[in-house]
């Protein structure tokens, strides 16, 4: 699946030294890691198994989907679903500037930029194939990794609600994306979320 190209593999290393200055650490099989260079890692290793077929560009969409995301942290936006919306707007299109200056350093040209940039701006969700695809990578690494962080931290939430949090995941994703999650190593706990929800 992986590219091989000198620019292809220049363009990963330039993503992952951005990432390596995110100042906050997660663990991982007793190692840390800076916390986006270990989810950048998780969304190609996802990818890879998903769509081993993935093009090159779907490829670097999915390696930078985070890029630099402590920049603009959650509450720099007003702490109401209305300033949510507005903060992932913004993570967008800044995750697309970070990403495509990059490669137009190592010589991409500008319609595989834009290209890019279109599918981290989740532009034609459903309709555009590349932009589904990373779609649903991203759900799956959420729901493999960061469902049982998800539920613990709001925990507070009402039961309903955050059941209704995860059909809005389901939802966004292909009937390749749902048969491909329904598959995933869950814990027996978070089983019997996902479960819950798809009831």
């Given at each position: ?130 932009t589904q695809l990373l779609e649903d990578v991203v759900d799956l ?59």
């Amino acid at each position: 699946m992986i590219a091989n190209t000198a620019r292809f593999q220049q363009t990963i290393a330039k993503f992952d030294a951005a990432n390596a200055e995110d100042p906050n650490r997660e663990m991982s099989e007793g190692k840390s890691y800076p916390k986006e260079i270990l989810y950048a890692q998780r969304m190609t290793a996802m990818l890879a198994q998903f769509a081993p077929d993935a093009s090159e560009v779907v490829q670097l969409a999915v390696r930078s989907q985070h890029i630099c995301r402590w920049k603009i942290p959650r509450d720099s936006y007003p702490m109401d679903v209305n300033g949510y919306k507005r903060w992932r707007i913004s993570l967008y299109k800044f995750h697309g500037d970070v990403a495509g200056e990059i490669m137009r350093e190592v010589g991409y040209d500008d319609e595989t930029i834009s290209r890019l940039q279109a599918i981290l701006r989740k532009e034609k969700l459903k309709t555009n194939p590349d932009t589904q695809l990373l779609e649903d990578v991203v759900d799956l690494v959420f729901l493999q990794h960061y469902l049982g962080e998800f539920v613990a931290k709001y925990s507070h939430y009402a039961e309903e609600k955050l059941l209704d949090i995860l059909r809005k995941t389901w939802r966004k994703m292909s009937d390749k994306g749902h048969a491909a999650a329904l598959k995933l190593n869950y814990t027996p706990e978070m089983l019997a979320v996902v479960q819950k929800a798809l009831a």
